[in-house]
């Protein structure tokens, strides 16, 4: 049985040859070009895992968002409660935005992940313990409902992405791609907030994960779409690190509690669009 290394490395390169449209060129020698960087991040995920499993999952987000960006910084945090049910509704610009929350929910030690189910999570032991997988398959998704409504009913806090894709970073794609992303967040988080009703609901909003200058590579003129354009240099920034500068901003909004079921997404949704076109004026450095 491969090492977690191994198979982590083999994940990162057909990750990279398939942002590039090469996927079926990931068995010839062009591999070895982007091996070393493939089993740098391979290792470096490695260690993250064994520091979660014996430090936490902030803690073990706080190191590699300190070894693999240039920071984090957070508005907000006092409307995340200390103890009680709380379920923390994030955009998604992908990068670095799950270990940033990690990261800025210390406070939160029984944080539970909701996330699609991927080889990468799953060849990572610990991370893996506070995750609950979402399948791909819409129609095996109910256990998932039952898992994170038992959670937020023992008083644990949950975070999930309720758009369910990559969504613009406000910083780097402007206010208009990412607030027009809102209106794909799933209404199913409707179904959390009937089934555990004492819920408090957190919008926010994560940016500054996506570097402008990885975007702007040449290698990214390559690909035909945005959506394509964008998967490159999220790969890019990855796998090099000139690329790992940018400092993450996590702003939490007011949390909110479903009184009325049929108002509650426009209310999370307006919450999370004035994060975007208003940012806090007060951050604070982690």
Known sequence: ?????TTLTQINLDDFFDSMGLLHLRHTPLRWLFWPAARRFARLTVEFDDRVGAQGLAAGSAWLLQTMTGGLWVAGREHVPANGPAFILANHPGMADTIALFASLATRPDLRVMALERPFLRALPNVSQQTIYVPTREAERMNVVRAGVKHLKQGGALLTFPAGEIEPDPAAFGTTAAVASLQHWSESVAVFARLAPQTQLIPTVVSHVVSSAALHHPLTHLRRTQRDKEKLAAALQVMWPGYQHTAARVAFGPP???????????ALIDQARQLIEAPPGEWEHR
């Open 1 to 5: 049985m491969p090492s977690a290394l």
């Open 256 to 266: 909110i509690v479903a009184n009325d079921l049929t108002r509650l997404m426009p």
